[in-house]
């Protein structure tokens, strides 16, 4: 008894040490509830809110009244139910039509986005969608089109119409895989596809309306800007200054993500930090270089508002995706705090952004972009923090900008790396010296030229703000080619389990955010994450969902039953796997293919990969020894194990491991996105 006296004692000092220290956890508990949310089988019963909500007014309510040392348990749990009850809601507030079925024919939409896909693809969003022959009510929202024929000039607003084939968004390429069709929901896309045929255009871009006004002004400064400087560089200067990334190509992106210099292409935290900085700090100096004004004036308060003002501008101008909401969130915070003169950059400046951030998109916490923003801006903000309470001695004027740029790069680098490579299954070993000699270029040059651009733009004279943004970006793009190009630049690792990325997440948050010698424990289940995902194992047997291309682990690495077609599935698996081989490759390490059939042993039988009809023809009967899968309907007799698309339509995506089976379906569960497409 008094050793669990003593326990108790020693639980209540420790929590008594952190008051004044908590705030930082509310967004963790909240994330947990958006977290438990997304995680479940099934999607829970409407009824179940009110209930959670009731529930956590009366441990709200009791913690108020009856505080003491376990008060913040009780709050978290009140946050961790707010958590669950706003991500539901926002999943049912975004609810719109989804299709149902494969669909060939004439699509007609407006024009409300534009960007590129992974084949290097112009693609366009439509919003106002028509479809022929289409009931009006299962309509989707929005179409997603990737344009493979001829060149177009689309604009925004305009109303075009092709001849298309679109289909649902597809589920996760593999069981426990990136869920696209969960995505799509957020986004509200009930459909995508492709056109080889030329776009028409039907209808003049509409005037009058708000968001398609923005939309006309990005893409009248996008175009100008690629006007001015031509190629990748133009592409990358459209896509800093107004988020318009379809001038970018493919082997550009592909260069900026093995140098680990993506991130200087997207709107976000550092963008949005580097523009209001400049903006706040050429206020500061230029009012205080008056006199009478700086003696009078609140100038580093009229300073922080010009800041925020410009801030909300590149907000509109960028587009406002996610990661430009969740940048500008930040600095708002950051620039608020200047206002009310409190410590701009804290923890509780973070938590309170990252609040703000899961309140309006809680969906955003399963994305790359807000964990590896928010993981960097806490270590950033948590390890500079203890370097200033530690009362280090003074650096010398001259050591202080460069050893604040090797520690801020070492740190987002170190604090981002694990969970870029739970997302992307990469390691950019050269990363750190590709940042070290391009992030200053793009504080010093880029963005202070993109500024003067823009002052420039009334007199006519924003091309020389243009032209040395180039410069900027030409440099970029060098080391960026540079550094991709060298021995050993990028290394894959294999996609982690479920459970790695949370353990490892709250051990370090507890590391960041815990007061005192007992943070170091949080140490320990990050080093077992870490030891999880090295002893990961992949599928010995990975299967599309359409039947179209099968996966199968050997000693050499995951052969593939085809060399083309079905690339996006083939680049995950090989991705997951952590292989850096191509398609073309690991197609290679397939050992039989006797006319259209392609055949492999597997444990003490043998797989049958049946491709199109022709195949089909030549496949007359099997064995129970075979496990058959085929992109199109069969019907032999043997005994065998057969996955056609009738099979294949409820499953969605299979993963064979010993003799356990599993399917995306299984793993994905009946979720409110999670819809089974009825065939037509």
């Known amino acids: 008894m008094r050793t669990l006296m003593r326990a108790l004692v020693r ?72 958590g669950f009850c706003i991500a539901g809601a926002r999943a049912h507030m975004v609810s719109a039509p989804v299709m149902k079925w494969r669909y060939y024919g004439a699509v007609e939409g407006r024009v409300v986005a534009l960007d590129r896909s992974a084949s290097d693809a112009v693609r366009v969003t439509l919003d106002d969608v028509r479809l022929e022959n289409f ?76 968001g398609l006004r923005i939309f006309a ?63 706040f700090g050429s206020l500061r100096l230029g009012l205080a270089a008056i006199p009478p004004l700086a003696l009078r004036w609140p100038v580093r308060k009229i300073a922080a508002i010009g800041a925020l003002i410009a801030a909300t501008g590149y907000l509109a101008l960028s587009g406002g995706n996610v990661a430009t909401e969740r940048a ?6 950051i620039l608020f705090a200047v206002l009310v003169d409190r410590r701009a950059f804290s923890l509780r400046a973070v938590a309170l952004a990252a609040l703000i951030v899961l309140t309006l998109r809680p969906e955003a916490l399963l994305g790359p ?60 070993h050269y990363g750190l010296i590709a940042n070290l000699v391009s992030v200053p270029v793009m504080g010093t040059l880029v963005v202070p030229a993109a500024v003067l651009a823009f002052l420039l733009t009334p007199l006519g004279l924003d091309w020389i703000g243009i032209w040395a943004m180039g410069i900027g970006l030409d440099w970029i793009l060098c080391v960026a080619q540079w550094v991709s190009a060298l021995s050993g630049a990028q290394s894959f690792v294999p996609r982690p389990d479920t459970v790695v ?48 291309i099968v996966g199968v682990m050997t000693s050499e690495g995951r052969a593939l039953s085809k060399p083309r077609g079905s690339g996006f599935i083939a680049l995950n698996w090989l991705e997951n796997d952590g292989d850096g081989a191509n398609q073309a490759k690991a197609a290679e390490r397939w050992p039989v293919q ?7 042993a597997f444990q003490n039988g043998e797989i049958v990969h049946v491709n199109g009809k022709r195949a089909a023809a030549e496949f007359k009967s099997c064995r129970p020894d075979q496990i058959v899968i085929s992109s199109v309907k069969l019907q032999i007799d043997g005994g065998c ?21 599993i399917s995306a379906r299984e793993v994905s569960g009946g979720r409110i996105w999670n819809t089974t497409p009825a065939s037509r």
């Open 135 to 210: 009931p009006a009510k299962a309509l989707p929202e929005r179409l997603r089109l990737s344009l493979h024929g001829p060149e177009a000039d689309l604009q925004p607003g305009q109303r075009i119409m092709t001849t298309a084939h679109m289909s649902p968004p597809q589920g996760p390429v593999e069981p426990g895989g990136f869920d696209f069709r969960r995505h799509a929901w957020f986004q509200r896309l009930g459909g995508v596809g492709y056109t080889r045929v030329p776009v028409l255009t039907i209808a003049p871009p509409e005037e009058g309306i708000a």
């Open 594 to 600: 006797n006319g259209r059939l392609r055949f492999i």
């Open 641 to 661: 194990r057969i996955y056609d698309p009738d099979h294949l339509e409820e499953t969605g995506s299979l993963a064979i491991s010993g003799d356990k089976t």
């Open 369 to 428: 972009g807000f964990q590896m923003s928010f993981a960097a801006t806490t270590a950033l903000v948590g390890v500079f923090g203890a370097i200033r309470d530690a009362d280090l001695p003074r650096l010398p004027g001259w050591a202080r900008p460069v050893i604040g740029v090797l520690l801020s790069s070492a740190i987002a680098g170190a604090a981002t790396a694990p969970i870029g490579a739970a997302h992307f299954n990469s390691l950019s």
């Open 501 to 548: 990325l949370p353990i490892l997440v709250l051990g370090l948050l507890f590391v960041i955010l815990w007061q005192g010698r007992l943070r170091l424990v949080g140490f320990a289940p990050a080093a077992l994450a870490l030891m999880i995902w090295g002893q990961a194992e992949r599928p010995a047997v990975l299967i599309a969902d359409t039947g179209s």
């Open 328 to 333: 500008y969130v930040m600095a708002a915070v």
């Open 217 to 279: 002004l990005r893409m009248a400064i996008s175009s100008h800007v690629r006007e001015v400087l031509p190629g990748d560089t133009g592409g990358f200067a459209a896509a800093v200054t107004t988020g318009d990334r379809s001038g970018v190509h493919q082997a550009t992106l592909d260069a900026l993500r093995i140098s680990n210099l993506a991130h200087l292409l997207a709107i976000s935290g550092l963008h949005m930090g580097l523009l209001s900085g400049f903006v």
């Open 11 to 82: 639980i209540d000092t420790a929590l008594f040490k952190q008051r004044g220290h908590l705030f930082p956890w509310a967004p963790v508990a909240m994330a947990i509830g958006i977290g438990t949310y997304f995680g479940l089988s099934s999607e829970p019963l409407l009824a179940i809110y009110p209930i959670i909500c009731m529930g956590a007014l009366l441990v709200g309510l009791v913690t108020w009244r009856f505080p003491g040392s376990w008060s913040p348990f009780g709050w978290g749990i009140c946050l961790i139910a707010l």
